[in-house]
């Protein structure tokens, strides 16, 4: 299901600091704090914040508007923006509102900065998904989700920044979890699909390759929200797990297939030249000082923005540039917070008798025919 909202903002302002990384390094750009997109069923705002010199931290907010026929649609399993490398523009996905939201076919839409109106790129037939930009930012890969409505199989694509057809890249086995296009041209994604792991296909097309399985045995669910690390030689990923809050963060290095968990208890990272790690946690971006070469966190990771939305899969909708740009979607999604839960047996006096159950996120319980049992969906 698709939310909407009509409005995108900048925001300018003072916010503290990340943690600074160990190692020094040229802090030319840093990451600077919270400019958001407030994810609502009536509003929406998107902020984006550039830095231009290591000792400012001001944030820039403003507001822009969209068209109020296809306001910004957001969805509880996939990313619905992203922002080019260099932060010029950012893609975001928009979709008339529609009472039948689970129908609504989305476009993919361009802002650029310097512009008042965005250009549309890839129109409902493309029903793209978790747009992602290439390292050049001439092309957005994206995509093609064909339970959307648009019929067919569920596909990766690109179509060119500036505009232009769109070309299938491949044909894939499931919904999206995530994709990262890497400098030697091949693109690194995940699916909810039966291939579970990590895989890799040239952005020209081709069969993929499978780079990671999950190990089951550990607990591991999933390989998902892929993320480039500079140079191209190394990816981070998100290792699922079940409750989404155990889940750990790791680096896969591509030439030679090694692994190794870098943090526990966040999901979808993404590395600033700042040196630090930003990432989800619970509905809130974390940062927390990165050592490149060692691949190892140092130090504790701090609040950066509070109240991210966030799937149900650990994806929390928010893009970073090079050049210290942050979009996020801001705000409470119905079913994209943990909610803890009681569960109680209500008797017709109205008194209430608590189960031996944890509080958790539960939804949709019902009872089995002889009242013994109870089926239960835990987020």
Do not use: C
Not at 225 to 250: C, D, R, Y
Not at 259 to 267: A, I, P, T, Y
Request: proline letters at 10%.
């Amino acid at each position: 299901a698709l939310t909407h909202a009509p409005t995108i903002g900048i925001t300018r302002g003072t916010v503290p600091a990340p943690p600074a990384p160990v190692a020094p390094r040229p802090l030319w750009r840093r990451l600077a704090g919270p400019a958001s997109i407030v994810a609502t069923a009536a509003a929406t705002w998107a902020a984006f914040t550039i830095v231009e010199r290591p000792t400012l931290l001001n944030v820039t907010r403003l507001t822009m508007s969209v068209p109020s026929d296809a306001p910004v649609a957001f969805s509880l399993d996939f990313r619905s923006l992203a922002v080019a490398p260099d932060g010029s523009s950012v893609a975001y996905l928009s979709a008339p509102v529609s009472p039948v939201t689970v129908a609504v076919r989305a476009r993919l839409l361009v802002r650029r900065m310097d512009a008042f109106e965005p250009t549309l790129v890839a129109d409902a037939t493309d029903a793209p998904r978790t747009p992602f930009f290439s390292p050049d930012g001439a092309w957005i890969g994206f995509f093609h989700l064909a339970n959307a409505g648009a019929g067919g199989e569920d596909q990766l694509k690109k179509v060119p920044a500036a505009g232009g057809p769109s070309s299938t890249i491949a044909t894939i086995d499931g919904p999206p979890r995530g994709a990262a296009w890497a400098p030697d041209g091949t693109i690194v994604f995940a699916t909810n699909g039966p291939t579970s792991g990590l895989q890799r296909i040239s952005a020209d097309g081709g069969k993929p390759t499978v780079l990671t399985r999950p190990n089951v045995e550990k607990g591991e669910v999933d390989h998902v929200w892929p993320h480039m690390l500079p140079g191209g030689n190394a990816v981070l990923f998100t290792i699922a797990k079940q409750p989404i809050e155990q889940s750990a963060i790791a680096v896969l290095d591509l030439r030679d297939g090694t692994q190794k968990v870098v943090l526990n208890g966040g999901s979808d990272a993404r590395y600033l030249p700042s040196g630090h790690l930003v990432y989800g946690s619970v509905g809130t971006l974390r940062a927390v000082a990165f050592d490149l070469e060692r691949l190892e966190v140092r130090g504790a990771p701090v609040p950066v923005v509070e109240q991210v939305v966030t799937s149900g899969g650990g994806a929390a909708n928010f893009a970073v540039s090079t050049d210290g740009t942050l979009t996020y979607v801001s705000g409470v999604v119905p079913g994209a917070v943990v909610i803890p839960r009681t569960l109680v047996w209500v008797d017709r006096a109205g008194r209430e008798e608590r189960l031996k159950a944890p509080p958790r996120n539960y939804f949709d319980a019902q009872l089995s025919p002889d009242g013994t049992r109870l089926a239960l969906d835990i987020r």
